[in-house]
């Protein structure tokens, strides 16, 4: 009997040291078959175990089964060890460079004339608008007649003009988009005209197609005090809470009052004489407004005695570099790619 | 328009500051733009002395000169000017002097000697555009004084913007009666007193008559004859003041109808009276054909539309309102002058104007129109200013009207329209305090105000024109913010459907953004070589362009995105292909074939989405793993924009099978490496490769993929296509893929083989696509490879094996019978 638990533990001291100096899960495996596999050497030992007195068996029983525990939970500890050894390695060896350069894909851009107008647009909507377009070839008459501005009037000097043959010309103002908007349809009316428009004139501040944004609104008793109200949540909205305007009285012949709007210099507020964005002014000009002329309405077939209203354009691309650094216009048209990915 | 401070400072009281005085008259709807003081420039430069002109000890051009500036000790300049001698009194520029042409002064040192300023010539102190020597000034000058101080530049000059209603401020005289209305002050009108006292013109006495034969388009006129004058030089003073608003010095009699104008704002003209022949003066139509040299030298031929300025022998002497003409110049052997104070309409001096490009100071007033009420005080002004400078006296004067100055009507308004009209908060007597400081009269019967404007504001006419000067003469600055009240009135449906497109449209640009393009914004005019390069011709001219570039309206997208790409690769550096990702919406411009009316432009927009590309396949990526954008990848934009934008039934079909091969696109794209994307039978674009042909032309460095696809068309799709999705529930039992592989003649299309998939496997197979294609050594010359794949589903019930085997027999049956395929 003794002998049979000095065999046991002698098992198991060799195979907890066997286990100790395993190097790897494959040789674990082996030792564990080779001691508790079913032909292993402690399972050969219980085999003899018949052969044993019964008073004996509870012993030699007890000391095997701790014997086995001990083996048992040191395969555990040394599998652990490895498998957390081996995942290391692992981890190691799988270690790629991150830093490489990935399949980056091409990121789109909106033209900033896009942005600007959709901010733009965004913002007067809340208070009401809704968008309508034009023609860009438009007639004499929409583009000047039925503005106020009859042939031979002075106001023609004030645009610089491409003519497109007899009664026709390229657009000089959104102001078109109002008159035609105006005809044949009823009042109240309450829309935003963006587009482009065309003046003869080409340098770092004037492209010969540039764009506007053109509001108007008509209803009963709409005064010039709801048009100095929208242009200041507009400024307020798209160049800052602390943004201020100035009007200043000024003229076009589709409006009466007019007023040329001024919005105070979001950059520097005036404080900077050296400011870029408003040259040291304080006041950015950017947009004309004023009230409709009795003419206009009239001409809609609008009682100027029932309805009033307020109409304003603002310069789209203006505010486009404003918003967005851009020191020359003309980058604008050229279709740079190193441009237009910017923003 | 240009006005002198000084000058207005005489004609109205006032304390302000030159920036003072520019920003009341902005913020009173007379824009100053810009504001210049004549001593620009002239800050740091003195009168001085030349105590000593030695030689530059290592020149024999220069001097050293020891110069006194006024300051304890003198200073040592060099000078390269020979025109000065010792004791000279000279025009000093000290250091940190910034000149008005721009030279800046410093300590230098000039061939080793050093110097501490400069002696200045008239063009570099801005006085003439080129001058010889540097200043000599007179004797007496004193030392170290300020030059402006010395030469007498001490005025500022404000440029003003006059917009076209504006008329009324033309003139001295008119900017002061407005500073005077802000200042509540009265403006001084300028005298016209003779010989210590006030001049009064009766219309009697001259010896040439007036006869008026245009009727009311030249209604009023007003003479005056003044004999024995001397023609010559003006007197300073005058020559002066002329100047200092860019008004040039001709002589005395000139100079002071030219004062006049500036003065009072209405245009006046002198004749040589013996060059009026027949003691008759008179203004008619001119005749067709006849010919008239006017003062400026030029010859024109009137076509019997203007008016003209006649004398009795009919000859046409002036064109009315806009130049006088040569043949009746004053000229230094004028012994007696003729005076012209007129009114012309003011319509057909701009038709002259325009028409003969003669855009002088009097065309630009009489085209606003003149004071109908003056004419008879700006003669007295005149001939007082005229026997002033010129001497001679009044032999008489003349007038004649064709009809009375209309009486201009009341305008009625009621006593609160203001301040409900500008939302501002004026009481009836503070509108007719500010309509009375404008010259108005104001009389109020019960809750109504009757006003009468002055006779030079022709601008005021409706109520609306009154509240305007109610509100600029309180202040903008006072008009408080309002948010204007929403009725429940519905709006127009035209708005709604415009305002559909216009979401589509931005919907459109953000599906192009989202396949990695930026958005482009060309010109809608180009030139007829660029389109001509692409095989396209402009259907539309501007009439007037800037240049040859700007000539015709763009007929399609594409030759604007090959000329963005062209911008692009010609400053592309590296050993990359430039990338081009560019999109634009935009509309293309052709003839309707409709008659041009009011209402009618007779040329159609027609908006086109396009787009090209070239270049690395990602913004970066290893070499191994990129390579340059290929058709697959742009037909993969051009997919999924359709896919996003919604349109159903697309169909493309290559190129080169197109029934529609003249379409002008068509002919821009490699015949073999494009398609044609159909609507049902409607073309609705292109794409493809740029032709070869184009390409090498263009010297187009890369594969460059360009497309171009109906607006028109595609937003009515997907305007049928925006209504709300409706939920589609999928099959719930598992599908079979079954995969074909086959050889087949090279020329079999993909297309082709998909459709015999689907239409031999129908009703289970849910799909097909070819997913393998190889040509080359291990199939015979002329075949290709092809593997296909189809997903048999069925959504009410799991399928058999034998189902499969069955679809797949006949699969391979009908691919034996329309291609010949061979299986694999």
């Not at chain 2, 002589?251 to 008759?280: F, M, Q, R, W």
Request: a neutral charge; hydrophobic letters at 40%.
């Amino acid at each position: 009997m003794e002998s049979l638990i000095s065999k046991i533990n002698a098992i198991g001291t060799k195979t907890l040291e066997d286990i100790a100096t395993a190097s790897d899960l494959a040789g674990l495996e082996i030792f564990r078959v080779s001691v508790l596999g079913k032909k292993g050497s402690l399972s050969e030992v219980l085999k003899g175990l018949g052969s044993v007195g019964s008073d004996d068996r509870p012993k030699i029983g007890a000391a095997a089964n701790d014997v086995k525990a001990k083996i048992e939970a040191a395969l555990e500890e040394k599998k652990s060890i490895l498998e957390s050894r081996d995942l290391e390695a692992r981890l190691a060896n799988e270690r790629i460079d991150v830093s490489l350069p990935s399949r980056k894909l091409h990121r789109g851009a909106l033209h900033p004339i896009t942005q600007t107008t959709r901010k733009m647009v965004e913002v007067f909507s809340r208070l009401g608008f809704d968008l309508l377009t034009g023609p860009e070839i438009e007639t004499d008459y929409f583009c000047f007649e039925a503005v106020n501005i009859p042939a031979d009037h002075p106001a023609r000097d004030q645009q610089d003009t491409f003519f497109m043959g007899p009664g026709l010309v390229l657009r000089t103002q959104t102001t078109a988009i109002q008159t035609r908007a105006m005809r044949g349809n009823e009042w109240p009316i309450r829309i935003l005209c963006p587009g482009a428009v065309y003046r003869k004139d080409n340098d770092a501040t004037h492209s010969p197609m540039f764009h506007q944004l053109e509001g108007l609104w008509i209803d009963k008793k709409v005064k010039m005090s709801d048009l100095k109200g929208t242009l200041e949540f507009f400024a307020k909205e798209v160049f800052g809470a602390a943004t201020k305007i100035r009007l200043r009285p000024s003229y076009f012949s589709f409006v009466e009052p007019g007023a040329e709007v001024d919005v105070s210099c979001f950059r520097c507020g005036g404080k900077d004489a050296a400011c870029k964005v408003c040259k040291g002014s304080g006041w950015l000009e950017i947009l004309g407004s004023g009230m409709v002329h009795p003419k206009l309405l009239e001409l809609a077939g609008y009682d100027p005695n029932e309805v009033s209203g307020f109409a304003f354009g603002i310069g789209i691309d203006r505010v486009a570099m404003i918003l967005h650094d851009i020191p020359d216009l003309r980058y604008m048209f050229e279709g740079d790619q190193r441009f237009l990915s910017q923003f | 328009m240009k006005v002198s401070y000084r000058w207005l400072n005489e004609l109205v009281d006032f304390t302000l500051s030159p920036q003072a005085l520019a920003d009341l008259l902005t913020s009173r709807g007379l824009e100053v733009e810009e504001l210049e003081g004549q001593g620009k420039g002239l800050d740091k430069v003195v009168s001085a002395l030349i105590l000593e002109k030695g030689k530059h000890p290592d020149s024999d051009r220069l001097s050293l000169c020891s110069v006194d500036v006024g300051a304890k000790e003198p200073l040592q300049i060099i000078c390269g000017a020979t025109n000065h001698q010792t004791g000279d009194k000279v025009v000093a520029a000290l250091v940190g002097a910034e000149l008005p042409n721009g030279m800046k002064i410093g300590k230098g040192k000039i061939r080793g000697v050093e110097s501490f300023g400069m002696l200045c010539s008239e063009s570099e102190l801005g006085l003439a555009k080129e001058s010889e020597g540097i200043i000599i000034l007179p004797k007496e000058t004193p030392v170290g004084k300020s030059i402006a101080e010395v030469l007498g530049r001490d005025d500022t000059i404000l440029t003003l913007k006059v917009y076209a209603n504006q008329g009324h401020y033309l003139s001295h005289y008119g900017v002061a009666r407005e500073i005077a209305s802000a200042l509540g002050v009265k403006a001084k009108r300028p005298l016209s007193n003779l010989g210590g006292k006030a001049l009064s013109l009766d219309g009697k006495g001259s010896s040439i008559s007036v006869v008026l034969s245009a009727g009311e388009k030249a209604p009023r006129f007003f003479g005056c004859e003044v004999a024995g004058v001397k023609v010559g030089p003006s007197p300073a003073w005058l020559v002066k003041k002329l100047e200092s608003v860019g008004s040039r010095s001709i002589n005395n009699v000139v100079d002071a109808t030219n004062l006049v104008l500036l003065e009072l704002g209405h245009p006046v003209h002198a004749y040589d009276a013996e060059k009026i022949s027949g003691k008759k003066i008179g203004v008619r139509f001119s005749n067709e054909a006849e010919k008239l040299p006017l003062l400026d030298g030029t010859e024109i031929i009137l076509s019997g539309k203007e008016l003209v300025i006649e004398d009795g022998a009919h000859r046409a002497i002036g064109l009315a309102g806009v130049m006088g003409g040569g043949n009746s110049e004053v000229s230094v052997e004028t012994k007696t002058v003729f005076l012209e104070c007129a009114e012309f309409d003011s319509i057909l001096v701009r038709k002259a104007k325009t028409k003969f490009g003669k855009m002088t100071d009097a065309a630009t007033r009489f085209e606003r129109g003149v004071d109908p009420t003056g004419l008879k005080q700006v003669m007295e002004r005149l001939a007082m200013l005229v026997i002033e400078v010129a001497g001679g006296q009044i032999i008489g004067s003349v007038q004649a009207e064709t009809s009375p100055v209309k009486a201009r009507p009341a305008i009625e308004m009621p006593v609160d329209y203001v301040r409900d009209f500008i939302g501002i908060d004026v009481s009836p007597a503070d509108v007719t305090k500010a309509l009375e400081s404008l010259d108005c009269a104001v009389v109020k019967s019960g809750e109504i105000l009757s006003v009468t404007p002055p006779s030079y504001r022709l601008d005021l006419n409706i109520r609306q024109d009154l509240s305007e000067e109610v509100a600029r003469t309180v202040g903008y600055d006072r008009i408080p913010s309002t948010i204007p009240q929403l009725s429940s009135q519905p709006i127009a449906k035209a708005f709604d459907a415009k305002g559909a497109e216009q979401i589509l449209i931005e919907r459109a640009k953000d599906a192009m953004v989202r396949s990695g393009l930026c958005e482009a914004l060309n010109y809608g005019f180009t030139s007829r070589t660029w389109l001509g390069e692409f095989g396209l011709e402009g259907a539309v001219k501007v009439q007037n362009p800037m240049s040859e570039e700007m000539e015709w309206m763009v007929p399609s997208l594409i030759p604007g995105l090959v000329g963005n790409a062209l911008h692009h690769y010609r400053r592309h550096f590296g050993s990359e292909t430039p990338v081009v990702r560019l999109f634009e919406l935009r509309p293309t411009f052709t003839l309707s074939g409709a008659t041009v009316t009011d209402f009618e432009t007779g040329i159609t927009e027609n908006w086109k989405i396009s787009f090209a590309m070239s270049g690395p396949r990602f913004a970066q990526a290893l070499r191994a793993e990129s390579g340059d954008v290929d058709f697959s990848d742009g037909k993969a934009v051009l997919e999924s924009f359709l896919d996003q934008m919604g349109a159903k039934g697309i169909r493309f079909i290559p190129l080169h099978a197109s029934r529609n091969g003249t379409h002008p696109t068509a002919k821009m794209l490699h015949p073999g490496q494009a398609i044609e994307v159909l609507s049902g039978n409607q073309t609705l674009g292109h794409f493809g490769l740029l032709h070869p042909g184009i390409s090498k032309k263009l010297k187009v460095k890369a594969n460059l993929f360009v497309c171009e696809l109906d607006w028109g068309i595609l937003q009515k799709m997907s305007r049928a296509a925006s209504q709300a999705r409706s939920f589609k529930p999928w099959s719930e039992f598992p599908p079979m893929e079954r995969d074909f592989a086959i050889l087949v003649d090279e020329k079999v299309t993909a297309d082709q083989i998909t459709a015999v998939l689907l239409k031999a496997g129908k009703p289970l197979v849910k799909s097909a696509r070819v997913f393998d294609v190889y040509r080359g050594t291990q199939v015979a010359p002329g075949k290709t490879s092809i593997a296909a794949r189809v997903l048999l589903q069925d959504d009410t019930r799991s399928l058999q094996e034998s189902e499969a085997e069955s679809i797949s027999a006949s699969i391979i049956a009908a691919l034996k019978k329309e291609f010949g395929a061979e299986l694999r």
